[in-house]
């Protein structure tokens, strides 16, 4: 798993490493460059003090005694070339030069200088590995506390990164010990910079969640509520199923049951469609739809039930009308409209579905000839579970809602409005500016 | 017991009158609140069964109104509002019981018998009178060691006279303690029931005065 103390760790070590390589590199070069400017000196220095004359003829001196032997050896020549002097055994190259000058031999380069003292020739001679020696100490010294600080820096770093993260342990700690439903927004104040804008991202989703939950929770105690009305129904119809004392009570009783059941059934089956159609559940994508189509078949589907209550349904008008929305869930409002209106209207009554074009907007018109909904009504029974006073059919009061929820998601509004002549109930679905071009 | 059940989802109403009537009460049932209030204003309820929801008025505010008015019927409230606070309100504004969907229907006799007893200034579950015993709820009537089998009519047209032991009811008031709306009331039926109570019941039991109406005696 991926660490950002280890990480940290890692590369800032690395970092420092390579810095550090760096600067024993700058520092060896520098050292070399003044190893080499001091060296020459000392040459130069060191043949000026040769006397003018009076060297005998070259003899291998007895082993220096001073351990300079190791890195400059000395010669002096007369003027007929005749080696007067030579410090060490073995003899170093010599330079025809006057002056600074650089030999190399197979064993290694030399660092030569010579000048001409009375009549003779002094040439003194440095191995140059000697000065890169003394170069490379001078870089190691240099570099040698920062190495022995390494591990020291290392384990600051190791704190200071931990102490660094320890918010995020303590807001892990803080949400870990939360139960499932606090929402409450975790504090922002004393966290670090860094990590407050993934508190506050977490706290928008809670309240998003909190939101959503109290959504879900007021729908589930409304439709608790509401299921308690069939409920009590079946279980009254039981209980007088029960007590029946004649056979035929007891029929009646039984169907009355079923009609109770077949109620609670219609309630659970609206309940899971408005529960769809809450905000918090994914909605579809909108496509583009052909609300004569959808119309087409929500007629076509209920077209037997019409019939077996002697009711003219049907669908007026061919205007082809296309709008952005989610088919399945146009289908169900205008479904539930139409089962209203079906459910409302009187035997030999009509029922129209219309697709129109009304003031450049795309509407939805169903129209029948029941008895209607008076005015100070009309808003209220769009609200959850209420069921009107005239209502004979023992509906589960959820129709409109749904209706008034899938109006709401394609941002269309619903108007109710007497039909034909005053009378009956015309419910026009408005999709404001959704109109697509025909 | 003429009870005024007001309930306006119909298969509620429908199975609540049903079982209230195979318990021996007359019901009358009204599905919204105005008709509620008109039904209680020139009625003769021992009871009113009252649902809270109710279209055009209000269950709570048909309450509060009755008790404004003066009304003392006893009412049992049944809702679907099971918060504390809801039941707090209900019998704040009035109501006697509170009874949560969904119910028992034999709760709910139970709960009703004890209002009635209550407010007819009973403890007793069981109506002593004389060597009568009375028990409205297996409505059973033992006379002198001997139980008594009586129609459902005779039944309620008794636990009338019962009610009120010393006060006379007119055949009318008898009517309306024994017919619902809708029920075909035959004229002389409460004769006949009368007679029918004196035979199994002594023919003192049950005393007429004459050109006012019927009673049973205080003291037995």
Known sequence: ?438 | MRVLLVEDDSMIGESMRQGLRQDGFTVDWVQDGRAAELAIENGVYDLMVLDLGLPRKEGLDVLKQLRRNGNQTPVLVVTARDAVADRITGLDAGADDYLVKPFDLDELAARMRALWRRRSGRTDPVIRHGRLIFNPATREVVYGDKPVALSAREFALLEALLDRPGAVLSREQLEEKVYGWGEEVESNTVEVYIHALRKKLGQDFIKNVRGVGYRVSKEP
């Not at chain 1, 927004?185 to 969640?209: F, W």
């Not at chain 1, 009504?377 to 769009?382: A, D, L, P, Q, S």
């Not at chain 1, 059919?393 to 709401?408: N, P, T, W, Y």
């Open chain 1, 1 to 438: 798993m991926k660490s950002i103390r280890r990480q940290l760790l890692l590369w800032l070590l690395v970092g420092l490493t390579v810095a550090t390589a760096a600067g024993a590199f700058a520092v060896y070069v520098r050292a070399r460059a003044e190893a080499r400017e001091l060296s020459d000196y000392q040459l130069q220095v060191m043949a000026a003090a040769f006397p003018n004359n009076g060297f005998g003829p070259a003899t291998a001196p007895a082993h220096d005694e001073s351990n300079i032997g190791d890195v400059v050896v000395v010669q002096i020549w007369d003027q007929n070339g005749g080696r007067l002097y030579l410090s060490s055994p073995e003899s170093p190259p010599q330079s025809a030069e006057i002056g600074f000058s650089t030999v190399t031999t197979p064993q290694g380069s030399w660092r030569i200088y010579s000048t001409v003292i009375g009549n003779n020739v002094v040439q003194v001679s440095q191995p140059m590995s000697m000065r890169e020696k003394l170069a490379a100490d001078l870089a190691l010294r240099t570099i040698l506390p920062l190495l022995l600080l390494l591990p020291v820096l290392a384990a600051m770093i190791w704190v200071t990164v931990g102490r660094g993260l320890r918010p995020l342990d303590e807001v892990a700690f803080a949400v870990g010990k939360r139960s499932a439903d606090a929402l409450e927004p975790l504090p922002e104040s004393s966290l670090p910079q860094e990590v407050q804008p993934l508190i506050a991202a977490l706290n928008d989703l809670l309240a998003r969640l909190g939101r959503s939950l109290s959504l879900q929770r007021s729908f589930i105690a409304d439709a608790a509520h509401e299921l308690r009305t069939p409920l009590t129904a079946v279980s009254l119809q039981l209980q007088v199923a029960e007590r029946a004392s004649t056979e035929a009570e007891r029929a009646a009783a039984f169907s009355k049951l079923k009609g109770g059941i077949e109620r609670a059934t219609r309630l659970v089956e609206q309940l899971l469609t408005l529960a769809r159609s809450e905000p918090a559940a994914v909605e579809q994508p909108f496509t583009m739809v052909s609300l004569t189509e959808v119309a087409r078949q929500v007629v076509a589907e209920r077209a037997s039930i019409a019939e077996a209550r002697r009711l003219d349904l049907g669908l007026s008008g061919n205007t082809p009308l296309q709008i952005l929305g989610d088919a399945e869930a146009l289908r169900v409002m205008l479904g539930n409209l139409v089962d209203n209106a079906i459910n409302y209207t009187p035997p030999g009554g009509t029922v129209d579905v219309e697709p129109a074009v009304d003031r450049g907007q795309a509407c939805l018109i169903v129209t029948d000839t029941g008895p209607g909904i008076p005015a100070e009504e009309r808003e209220r029974v769009f609200d959850r579970f209420y069921r009107r006073a005239a209502a004979g059919e023992s509906g589960s009061g959820l129709g409109l809602a749904i209706v008034r929820k899938i109006a709401q998601q394609h941002g269309a509004r619903i108007e109710l409005g007497a039909g034909g002549g005053g009378r009956g109930l015309k419910v026009t679905v408005r999709f404001s500016g959704q109109l697509a071009a025909q």
